[in-house]
């Protein structure tokens, strides 16, 4: 029986990716930190889906300590790692002029820093099976750029930076690492944005309307298996058309 490994897996696009390996039956660890979602209600969601075995690890992502402890416990109980999704991830907006040191410093260590922390320790075990796949949350934002998100766009781009060269180091060892690049997806990281603003964006967006996170879990998902096991170090953008 596989197993996935999700960080932020509590809400989101990292909850409906949980629910896509669930229903393939896969044993699921799910990672989060603030205890904003009801965890207990979660895993009867995803047993209820059809997932062979559940773990739930609080651990901040930027905590080394934290990842350690989490992938510790996770090979204790199921042994192995088949697929590392590296989900997790927060914004904290602003104009560049604007932007303290504080803002682009946190967001970076959670969303690039968690990156390299979780997938440090996860490949450790992947390279003893000689199998593993990797897929990370990049943001079309990576690619183009955007403005009021320098920090975000910047721990993106690191993302697709780490994630091509982590594909290039470890195919010998058959592990695979590509990026996903979503465009604007409704979960809580946009709700925050105004109508206004929304409508706006998908005015821009050929297929004139944002994306679910079920979508992206499906990118996810392919990538995560082997039906795309020549497949690596690549990013797939899931946008609508957007860029
Ligand atoms: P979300 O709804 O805000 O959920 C964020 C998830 O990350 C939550 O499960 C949260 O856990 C977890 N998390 C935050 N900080 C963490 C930390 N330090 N350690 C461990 N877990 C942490 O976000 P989302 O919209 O689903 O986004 C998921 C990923 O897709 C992110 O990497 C994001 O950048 C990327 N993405 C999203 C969009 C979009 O439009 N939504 C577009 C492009 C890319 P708690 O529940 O415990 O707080």
Known sequence: MKTVLITGGSRGIGKAVAMKFAENGYKIIINYV???TDTEQLKKELLQAGAAD????????????????????????????DVLVNNAGITK???????????????IQINLKGTYLVTKEV??????????SIV????VVGVAGNAGQCNYAASKAGIIGLTKSVAKELAS???????????FIETDMTNVLKDEIKENINSQIPLKRMGT??????????????????????????DGGMI
């Open 34 to 36: 603030s205890g904003k």
């Open 213 to 238: 996170a079920r979508e992206v879990a499906e990118l996810v998902y392919f990538l995560g298996e082997d039906a795309s096991s020549y497949i690596t170090a690549q990013v797939i953008n899931v």
């Open 173 to 183: 060892r058959n592990i695979r690492a590509n990026a996903v690049a979503p465009g």
């Open 93 to 107: 907006d602003n104009l560049l002029m604007r932007m303290s040191e504080e803002e682009f410093d946190k967001v």
């Open 54 to 81: 559940i773990l739930l690890i609080k651990a901040d992502v930027s905590n080394s300590e934290d990842v350690k402890n989490m992938v510790k416990e996770t090979i204790e109980k199921f042994e192995k790692i």
């Open 123 to 132: 490949t450790r075990y992947m390279m003893k099976k000689k199998k593993g």
């Open 136 to 139: 990370n949350l990049a943001s």
